[in-house]
């Protein structure tokens, strides 16, 4: 029988399920968290591979040691043409995706259908190769990260005439250009298509953002609106199991809200020559820290003004995370935006305040090595808490304090649970809108993806309904 509706990833299925509780746990979270600097070379690997497709150019672009060079230049040469043979195999059927969706190539359910279930499986083998480059997950001379860290007094002064005025920073953007909406493919949930524009921000470039909108199957012409940004690293739809349509997304949808997911910059669809999905983030922290906040934010708004054009009458914010923390700056800067482009709630998971010491000593910066590279560079606590009004929101929110909705884990030592607490506390977001588990930060987010409490909370607030 011929599928004519997307379907919830069986991987979602599993995590959801009995079987996921172990996710939970701090074992669990203290594996993955080691793993991670190994997914990083993978994908670093994996980005080098697309901009160095020859042998020599990608040893060379690693900057691995001669022995390591030698050990693993014959995996390599085999892993560099089996990736060439997967992105030839990948092409043809992304040419007709894009037609589909973007040109009126198709307007048959079940093509629509076929078509993203197999891009999205031909583009996860391209994007996500598993074991492709495993020969050098490993090795010691190949950093998780191509750090290009700026020095640290021209990178302050460079950024005087923001510190002097934050609000200017993070200002209202131009109302929107354009947007361009594609075809719709039925969701689990409702329909479900792209939309795309035009970035306001001279940080990325003025690239093209796009965004997956889940519809919910009735009232979408009056629903409510929630647009949620995903963590550092990830690749949205690009690949067939996206943590947040599954656990977020389609079941707000089921409850009567449109939902808004976009790419950061510098992820997904728009990530960088040789670079892979978030590395430029991290890259040249903490100066792309506060670039990505602003433009995200700015790609925010847009989306909120959009919004009240389809007739939402409340609009939501939030995200995970890296999504977490540009929440934080919508709500602390939107008072001077249009008030078309100012939301109504937020919804904060993990995110942090004292950023600038984030940078620094938390947990994942330590593992990829961003410490490293930012101390080596010669960044002080002091010259980075100077960027301090760039990276941490206002002292007060621009909505309601009753109207921002937290989701913590004690445990983190990422986005650390102290530096959280300290922020909601000086919001004076009322602790019955914290909920707070004991747990680290990918154990949190397992949490966030298997659990029931946000969701409920995040619908009442947005549709007023119990």
Known sequence: MTATTLRVSRTHRILAGPAGWALTTGVFDRIKMAMLPREFRMARARALAFSHP???????????????????????????????????????????????????????????????????????????????????????????????????????????????????????????????????????????????????????????????????????????????????????????????????????????????????????????????SGEPYLARAPVSIYELFSAQAQETAQIIAWARTQGALRVGVGGVSLGGLVTQQVVGHAATWPEAMRPDMAFIGAGSGRVDEVVVMGDLSERLGMSAALRDAGWTDSLLAQLRPLLDPPAKPTIAPNAVLAYLGRRDATTPYAFAKALLDEWGVPEENRIVHDAGHIALYTRLIRGDEAIPRIAAMLTGQT
């Open 54 to 276: 020859e042998a020599d150019a990608f040893l060379d672009a690693t900057g691995v040691s001669d022995v390591a060079r030698r050990k693993i230049a014959g995996p390599a040469d085999k892993a560099l043409a089996e990736l060439e043979r997967r992105r030839q195999t990948l092409a043809p059927v992304k040419a007709r995706l894009d037609a589909a969706l973007w040109e009126g190539g198709t307007d048959d359910p079940a093509a629509l259908v076929a078509l993203e279930t197999e891009h999205r499986r031909l583009s996860e083998a391209v994007i996500k190769p598993a074991k492709l480059f495993r020969f050098i997950w490993a090795e010691p001379s190949f950093a998780p990260v191509g750090f290009a860290t700026p020095e640290p007094k021209d990178a302050v002064a460079g950024a005087q005439q923001w510190l002097d005025d934050p609000g200017s920073f993070y200002s209202a953007p131009p109302m929107p250009a354009a947007f361009e909406r594609s075809a719709p493919i039925q969701g689990p949930a409702g329909p479900e298509y792209l939309i795309r524009f035009t970035s306001p921000s001279s940080f990325t470039g003025g690239d093209s953002v796009t965004a997956r909108v889940y519809e919910p199957r009735e009232g979408a012409d009056t629903a409510p609106v929630f647009i949620y940004g995903s963590g550092l690293g990830m690749v949205y739809d690009l690949i067939s199991y996206w943590p947040e349509e599954d656990y977020l997304a389609r079941r707000l949808a089921a409850r009567g809200v449109r939902v808004v997911l976009p790419e950061s910059p510098w992820h997904g669809r728009r990530e960088l020559p040789g670079r892979y």
